[in-house]
């Protein structure tokens, strides 16, 4: 195929989809094959900014049932990045985007992790000002503690102090097993 046969075959399948047939799908059947040099990408290659990806799923903290789906996230968190596990979630790709593939399909790469708004800094401050009242375990959700803590003001000073030192060390993380927001 020469470069003017092709390149009238272009203008007719701009004229096409865009043109006359806007309200036909003018994206390539499942049976075409793909052009390495061709504009078109291939779905999966695309970035993150043209994709909608659904959230890890939970499969509560069931091995088995990741064994069996091949991804989700039976333990969610981590102090370290070592700790945290990775799974697939479903993504698609925007409406408007044209590409190669199917637009439906697993993704990897995705941390478990869970964020419900805890931050580290407050949660340290509270600790360190108002722990002998026990706001740093009411803030965390530890709320049983937290009033055994309050009506003996700290542990007479002692629970007050571990607890300065656990959130320091991270032992002491918040009651849903949520991860401390990124950002102060």
């Not at 989809?17 to 806007?22: E, V």
């Not at 043209?50 to 069996?68: H, K, M, N, V």
Request: with cysteine; glycine share 12%.
């Amino acid at each position: 195929m020469g470069l003017g046969s092709r390149w009238l075959s272009i203008q007719i399948f701009v004229i096409l989809c865009l043109g006359i047939g806007a309200q036909k799908d003018c994206s390539p059947s499942p049976s075409s094959v793909y052009i390495s040099h061709s504009p078109m990408v291939i779905c999966e290659y695309l970035p993150m900014d043209f994709l909608e990806c659904s959230d890890p799923i939970d499969p509560r903290g069931d091995q088995a049932a990741r064994t069996r789906l091949g991804y989700g996230c039976p333990r969610w968190g981590g102090n370290r990045y070592e700790e945290v596990l990775m799974t697939a979630v479903n993504c698609s790709v925007l409406p408007g985007v044209e590409c190669f593939g199917d637009r439906i399909f697993k993704k990897d790469g995705f941390p478990c992790v869970r964020y419900t708004g805890h931050y580290f800094t407050s949660t340290l401050l509270y600790s360190i000002l108002l722990g002998f009242l026990g706001v740093d375990r009411f803030c965390l959700g530890h709320t049983g503690t937290a009033l055994l803590k309050m009506f003996s003001l700290g542990g007479f000073g002692i629970w007050w102090v571990t607890d300065v030192i656990r959130l320091v060390r991270g032992d002491l993380m918040p009651a849903d097993g949520s991860n401390w927001m990124p950002y102060v």
